[in-house]
């Protein structure tokens, strides 16, 4: 079985690259690339692009997972409705392996991917806590600018069966569950399955991919969420957001599983963009929670959740 070990990259389709780009970088990318038909976005870390939008009608297209190795991209070519080796066409080249996963949802396993040099970012922020004092005539000025984003760190897909969708994840990509979530007032009915990467005793984030049960016809992605440095990052791209004129979805907040500091953006086709920072690390070893999907089991602070939040398209 492989074990991906990383989520990297994720594939839209939108009828205006322009527009997008425009979005895009006031949410924090910087354009990797570009051609007629295709935008790519990346992040101030080393993966050469992390967002992708095909020209087209707007919607979501793929997930790009971590091969674990060259042999794991091999034995991913032999799963049932796999592509075969692929090179990729795009900055960094490498090879991929693109497979139907639950629900035509496709996954690109992907392996050999040229490192891009990383983009500066600025440190994080040294707090003068009450206790602990870092910064003495040392004055707290961080620039006013978009949330930089480092990189891609979960996006979460709503599946018509959720149980058999995080058994597909679990039993063909290797990943483990950190927690569920199910209806307040029926535990054996799930909404959701937070899933990690697998890097035995080497920490992954919380989730790299939250699969959500879909309200019937209702397969799409909820969203896609990028990792900044902190939360005066996700605080001052909230303001950088909402001086543009976009659409807020929810935020800014603290989630209880995975305890990330969220931020949550309409882009111009109605998809749901978030910021996050100080996310939770998690190794094998973990057991899995069960909670039930109650308001203060989502966030632990933040502004009341919207109507709209679950909805998948929102313009
Ligand atoms: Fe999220």
């Not at 303001?239 to 979805?249: E, H, R, V």
């Not at 973990?286 to 089991?297: I, R």
């Amino acid at each position: 079985m492989i074990k991906v070990q990383d989520i990297v990259y994720c594939v839209y389709r939108s009828p205006d690259l322009d527009k997008m780009k425009t979005f895009l970088t006031d949410f924090g990318m910087v354009e990797a690339g570009r051609a007629d038909d295709k935008l790519f976005m990346r992040g101030a870390g080393a993966y050469p692009y992390i967002n992708v939008t095909e020209k087209g009608p707007a919607g979501f297209v793929a997930v790009g997972m971590l091969a674990g190795s060259a042999a794991e991209l091999e034995e991913a070519a032999k799963l049932p409705g796999a592509s075969g080796v692929e090179a990729i066409e795009a900055p960094g080249g490498g090879k991929r392996v693109r497979l139907a996963g639950p629900d035509g949802f496709r996954f690109d396993i992907v392996h050999g991917v040229a490192p891009a040099a990383e983009l500066p970012v600025r440190k994080p922020l040294p707090i003068n806590f009450a206790y602990q004092k870092q910064r003495v005539i040392d004055l707290q000025r961080p620039d006013f600018e978009p949330a930089r984003i480092v990189r891609l760190g979960h996006c979460v897909l709503k599946f018509s069966d959720g149980d058999g969708a995080v058994k597909w994840l679990k039993d063909t990509l290797g990943m483990l569950v950190t927690d569920r979530l199910h209806a307040p007032d029926d535990q054996k009915k799930t909404l959701g399955h937070f899933m990690r990467v697998n890097r035995g005793d080497k920490p992954s984030d919380h989730h790299s991919i939250f699969a959500l049960q879909a309200m019937p016809g209702d397969i799409n992605v909820h969203h896609t969420s990028y990792e900044v440095q902190d939360p005066d990052a996700v605080h001052i791209g909230h303001q950088w957001m909402q001086n543009k004129g976009y659409k807020l979805a929810w935020g800014v907040g603290r989630h209880l599983l995975g305890s990330q500091v969220f931020d949550y953006w309409r882009s111009p086709d109605g998809y749901i963009f978030e910021h996050y920072a100080d996310g939770d690390l998690l190794n094998d070893k973990v057991q899995s929670g069960d909670y039930p999907a109650t308001e203060e089991n989502l966030a632990q602070w933040g502004p009341a959740l919207g109507p709209t939040f679950f909805d998948s398209v929102v313009v």
